[in-house]
Every structure is written in structure tokens, then in C-alpha cells.
């Protein structure tokens, strides 16, 4: 018998029968003799939307098995989290009742339901006399674990990519400034007083005259050309940040000043060479860059570093733009480099 000719028979009687307790997969291939005898021990119940059949502030010894609608679990406080949902042939409460422990989870009729409710001290009789009912219990257990593991496993994985674009520039896929603040300090602090490490500040030179003469759309494709150079242009183990702005920063490990300043030549003029096109595929002006460049001292903070990596950009711009200005070698002490910015 389906589930169709199941639910017409319940609507025909109000009383359960042993015949449509058996055609649930929890008892098939049990004996008929164990399921009459399980009988008087379950009831039939008709259950209205929003009725809570478990909850964690009340012990329920018994299980409900779902015969037709659908059950939502949920954990938290104010009307919980929606954890899974439930449909026929599924039931819940097993667990504690197996455990002797109020429900983890609440569990309530998503819309009007029928099921059955079995005791828990019939459930514990027959896991102890049945391996068949034990047995099917179990794989419908297992079903329901191997469905939420892929629920966990969507999760983390949504959440893993959340996470990675909160640390993303959403416009040029460059790592952004959080992700500047989270990992400076680790590339610092990983490799002690004997780390090498440089710090590129670029800026792209008269951006407010470029988005003032071609417009900000047009600004945006610049920004996303010159970040696509940067990426394509810098060495594995290089890493380029949007810092704000028309602002970009490149982070050199185990580099010294002598190998950094080919480096930022080589993204300067590459940036210079770069062919820029709006969305219809139209040619735009090109840009140049004004890049400062800081190599770390032991003693400096992450944000002492990029100050001065700062300074140097705005002696770059001083200079004439499109350039490179190395910093000077820090000096002990807070730095007290205030940063001027001329666009």
C-alpha cells in the first residue's frame, strides 16, 4: 500500500491498524506478531500548523513518525534556526529517548500533519528483542546524518566563501584592506627580527582629472586594468591589495631594497604600457603610477611601514609623478610621518 491508499485508509478510521503501522519503512520486514503487539502503544494524531510536537524545556518519552506533511527543526532562541525539515516516513525524538534527555532541537508542524506517536519504553523494548527494527532505525538515522553532513558541508563551504569576499576588492578581485591589516602583521611576525620584506605604495597619478574627463564608469575600468597588471605582473608569493581609493599596494616578501626597485620599475612601466577599454570596447586614456617604496626595519610596526611607504608615494608625486621615491631607512621610535595626500 502507498502512501496515497495509507492516508485514505486514516481518513476512512480514526483508529491506527497494524497494517499501516507495517507499511512504514521503520518496520518493514518486522514481524507481524511484534508490530501487534507494538500497536496499543502508538496512537494516531492529527497535528495543526505550528503545533510544537518536542521541545528542549520538556521531556517527550515518546517518538513521532510522520505519516503525511512536514516537521521543522529548529535550535536558538525566538523561534529558533531552521536546521532541517522533515517529511513523511521520517520521525524524531529518537534520540532522546534513546538517551533519556530532553529534546536538543524543537520541533514543530510546518503544516497540518499526521503521524504516529510510539512510546519510548515500547521503542526501548523493541531495540532490545528486534535487530530488525534496530536495523532500520539505524539506516533511517544514517539517511538522515548523510543529508545533514551535505547541509554542514554547503555551509562551510558558503561561509568559507563569505569569508574569503569580505577580504576581496568586489571591483578589481585584488585582497583589500582587511585583508592588509589581517596578514601584514603574520608575514612580520612569522619571520621574526630577520625578515625581508618591502612594501610598494602606488597611486595612480591625476585620477579625480581622469574621472572628471571620461567619468566614472570609465574611471572603474581603469582601476580594474591596472589591478589586473599588477596581478599579472608580480612574482608567486607577491601580493596586491586595493588600499583605497585609486590607491594600490604590493607586498614583496623576502625582498630587499636593492631587488624591490626593479620590481617596481617593471609595474610602473607595465602599468604605462597598459591599453585601457571601456565596456563597449572603446579605447581609453592610460595611466601612469607614482610608487613609494619602504623596505621593513626590526623595530617598525605594520603601520609604521606603511607610512612611510606612504611618504615615499607622496615624494614620488612631488617629484613629477610617474615614478618611484625610495624611503628612507626608519629610524627607532614612534614614526612621526603624518601622510599629505595630492591626487
Known sequence: MGTLAIMHAITRQTALTARILAQQFLFEGERADLIDWLLPHCQLRQLAPGCVLLTPKQTADRIYLILQGEVEVRVGRHGGQLIA????GQ????MSVIEGMPPSAEVIARG????????GAALRTLLDHSQVFARNLLR???RRLRHDNQLVRQSLESQALSEQDARRDPLTG???RRWLNETLPKLIGHRGARCKLCLLMLD???FKRYNDSVGHIAGDQALIAVANTLEAQIRDGDQAVRFGGEEFLVVLPDTNLKDARPISERLRHSVQQTAIFDRDG???PSVTLSIGLAEWAAFETPEQLIARADAALYQ???QGRNRVALSPAALPGPARLRRVKNA
Open 204 to 206: 595612480i597619478d591625476h
Open 85 to 88: 525539515t522533515l517529511g513523511s
Open 112 to 119: 497540518a500533519c499526521t503521524a504516529i506517536t510510539i512510546e
Open 316 to 318: 614620488a608625486k612631488h
Open 91 to 94: 520521525c524524531v525524538g529518537e
Open 140 to 142: 533511517l538515522l544514517s
Open 282 to 284: 572603446d579605447a581609453l
Open 174 to 176: 585584488l585582497h583589500n
